[in-house]
C-alpha cells in the first residue's frame, strides 16, 4: 500500500489556531460504517449517540508545560524537554540548535535557573541534545511557573496563558505527555456528568502522546515506515472494567487514537470473548488497512493530517474509500482541522 493514497487537499485556513469559546460546541461529523452516511451537529450532540452500558475509554494523560525559551550565547533559544532522564536531565529539541552544543550554558527566566548541554550519544542519535539544570530543586516543580505549553508545529503563534487550560483534557491525571489527546479536549464535566447519568461508564488509560505523533512519513510503501513508541499503562482494574463492558454488550468507544493504541495494544480476542492485558510498557503498533480491530466499538477522533499514521488508523477502521469520502465533505463544509479543530465521531 503507498503513502500517496492516504492523501488530500488541505487549505491551509482550516487549520484551526485556537479553540473555539466552548469545548463542546465544536462540530460533530458523525460517520456511519454501517450505512456509509454522513450526518453533522455539535459536539454535546454526542450524548444523544451513547447507550446505556457502553463505555468512554479515555487517555488521561496530561501535557506538561515543556516549552522553555532561554538564552544561550545572549542569543534567544527555544527549547522542549522532550524526555526526563533523571532528576534534571532532559533529552530536548532546541531552536536554533547551533547555539547549543555540549559545555554550552542555557539560562531561563532572566538567569534564575541554568542548564549545561552534555555530550550524549544517545541523545545525538535521536537528533536531540542532553542538558542538565544546575540546581538542588527539580525543575519540574517550576514548570508551571517557567514553562509553557508545547502547542503543536502547525499552530502557528506563540502559547498564550489560557493554552494552559485549553490545551489540556478536563480528566487529565498522569503528567507526562508533550502533545495533548486532542480528541478529549471537546469534553466537559457537565457532558461526562451526562454520560454517568445515562450509566455510561468513564474508564481511563494512559499513553504519553511523544514527538512521534508530528513526526511525517518518510517512506512510500507504508509497510517499510518504522512506527514511533509511546508509553502506556493499563491498570487491571480498567481492564477488568473494559472486559465486563463487552461482555455485557455495551460498545466501547476509544476516545482518541492514543486510547485506540491502548485497547489495540492491550486486547486479545479468547474464545467467544475480549480479553485486556493490564500493564505498562512502550507500543509501537502501528494500524493501517487492512487490520482487524479487536477492542474498539466507537472511535472518537479530531482529523489528521494527510499520509500520516494517523489518518491510516482511522482508515482501517472505517475504510480508506469512506474515510477519504469524508475528509473531502469536511474540507467542502469548511470545518476546523487538527488538535484545536472539530470532532468526528465513527459509528
Given at each position: 500500500?503507498?503513502?500517496?493514497?492516504?492523501?488530500?487537499?488541505?487549505?491551509?485556513?482550516?487549520?484551526?489556531?485556537?479553540?473555539?469559546?466552548?469545548?463542546?460546541?465544536?462540530?460533530?461529523?458523525?460517520?456511519?460504517?454501517?450505512?456509509?452516511?454522513?450526518?453533522?451537529?455539535?459536539?454535546?450532540?454526542?450524548?444523544?449517540?451513547?447507550?446505556?452500558?457502553?463505555?468512554?475509554?479515555?487517555?488521561?494523560?496530561?501535557?506538561?508545560?515543556?516549552?522553555?525559551?532561554?538564552?544561550?550565547?545572549?542569543?534567544?533559544?527555544?527549547?522542549?524537554?522532550?524526555?526526563?532522564?533523571?532528576?534534571?536531565?532532559?533529552?530536548?529539541?532546541?531552536?536554533?540548535?547551533?547555539?547549543?552544543?555540549?559545555?554550552?550554558?542555557?539560562?531561563?527566566?532572566?538567569?534564575?535557573?541554568?542548564?549545561?548541554?552534555?555530550?550524549?550519544?544517545?541523545?545525538?542519535?535521536?537528533?536531540?541534545?542532553?542538558?542538565?539544570?544546575?540546581?538542588?530543586?527539580?525543575?519540574?516543580?517550576?514548570?508551571?511557573?517557567?514553562?509553557?505549553?508545547?502547542?503543536?508545529?502547525?499552530?502557528?503563534?506563540?502559547?498564550?496563558?489560557?493554552?494552559?487550560?485549553?490545551?489540556?483534557?478536563?480528566?487529565?491525571?498522569?503528567?507526562?505527555?508533550?502533545?495533548?489527546?486532542?480528541?478529549?479536549?471537546?469534553?466537559?464535566?457537565?457532558?461526562?456528568?451526562?454520560?454517568?447519568?445515562?450509566?455510561?461508564?468513564?474508564?481511563?488509560?494512559?499513553?504519553?502522546?511523544?514527538?512521534?505523533?508530528?513526526?511525517?512519513?518518510?517512506?512510500?510503501?507504508?509497510?517499510?515506515?518504522v512506527m514511533h513508541s509511546?508509553?502506556?499503562?493499563?491498570?487491571?482494574?480498567?481492564?477488568?472494567?473494559i472486559e465486563s463492558v463487552?461482555?455485557?454488550?455495551?460498545?466501547?468507544?476509544?476516545?482518541?487514537?492514543?486510547?485506540?493504541?491502548?485497547?489495540?495494544?492491550?486486547?486479545?480476542?479468547?474464545?467467544?470473548?475480549?480479553?485486556?492485558?493490564?500493564?505498562?510498557?512502550?507500543?509501537?503498533?502501528?494500524?493501517?488497512?487492512?487490520?482487524?480491530?479487536?477492542?474498539?466499538?466507537?472511535?472518537?477522533?479530531?482529523?489528521?493530517?494527510?499520509?500520516?499514521?494517523?489518518?491510516?488508523?482511522?482508515?482501517?477502521?472505517?475504510?480508506?474509500?469512506?474515510?477519504?469520502?469524508?475528509?473531502?465533505?469536511?474540507?467542502?463544509?469548511?470545518?476546523?482541522?487538527?488538535?484545536?479543530?472539530?470532532?468526528?465521531?465513527?459509528?
Amino acid at each position: 500500500m503507498h503513502i500517496s493514497e492516504f492523501d488530500y487537499d488541505l487549505p491551509q485556513e482550516l487549520i484551526a489556531q485556537y479553540p473555539v469559546q466552548r469545548r463542546d460546541q465544536s462540530r460533530l461529523f458523525i460517520v456511519d460504517r454501517a450505512t456509509g452516511k454522513f450526518t453533522h451537529g455539535r459536539f454535546d450532540d454526542i450524548v444523544s449517540l451513547l447507550r446505556t452500558g457502553d463505555a468512554l475509554v479515555v487517555n488521561d494523560a496530561q501535557v506538561k508545560p515543556v516549552r522553555l525559551t532561554g538564552l544561550a550565547a545572549e542569543k534567544p533559544v527555544d527549547v522542549l524537554l522532550v524526555k526526563r532522564c533523571a532528576k534534571n536531565r532532559y533529552f530536548i529539541k532546541v531552536k536554533p540548535g547551533k547555539k547549543v552544543r555540549p559545555g554550552a550554558v542555557i539560562t531561563f527566566a532572566n538567569g534564575t535557573y541554568r542548564a549545561i548541554c552534555r555530550e550524549s550519544s544517545e541523545a545525538f542519535a535521536q537528533k536531540m541534545k542532553l542538558i542538565e539544570f544546575q540546581q538542588d530543586q527539580d525543575i519540574e516543580d517550576h514548570l508551571n511557573d517557567i514553562g509553557m505549553m508545547p502547542l503543536p508545529p502547525y499552530i502557528k503563534r506563540p502559547p498564550e496563558k489560557e493554552d494552559h487550560h485549553r490545551y489540556q483534557t478536563v480528566y487529565a491525571r498522569a503528567p507526562g505527555a508533550i502533545a495533548a489527546p486532542t480528541a478529549g479536549l471537546h469534553f466537559t464535566q457537565e457532558i461526562l456528568s451526562a454520560c454517568a447519568a445515562m450509566k455510561v461508564e468513564q474508564i481511563s488509560v494512559t499513553l504519553d502522546v511523544g514527538l512521534g505523533t508530528f513526526e511525517p512519513m518518510k517512506v512510500e510503501t507504508i509497510t517499510d515506515h518504522v512506527m514511533h513508541s509511546e508509553h502506556y499503562h493499563l491498570s487491571p482494574s480498567s481492564a477488568q472494567r473494559i472486559e465486563s463492558v463487552r461482555d455485557r454488550g455495551g460498545r466501547i468507544w476509544a476516545v482518541g487514537t492514543t486510547a485506540c493504541r491502548v485497547l489495540e495494544t492491550c486486547g486479545r480476542i479468547e474464545p467467544g470473548r475480549l480479553a485486556m492485558r493490564p500493564g505498562e510498557g512502550d507500543t509501537d503498533i502501528f494500524i493501517y488497512p487492512p487490520y482487524a480491530f479487536k477492542a474498539v466499538d466507537v472511535l472518537v477522533t479530531n482529523f489528521h493530517f494527510p499520509r500520516t499514521t494517523l489518518l491510516m488508523l482511522i482508515c482501517a477502521f472505517a475504510g480508506k474509500e469512506l474515510i477519504m469520502r469524508a475528509y473531502a465533505e469536511a474540507v467542502r463544509l469548511k470545518y476546523r482541522f487538527y488538535s484545536y479543530g472539530d470532532c468526528m465521531v465513527i459509528l
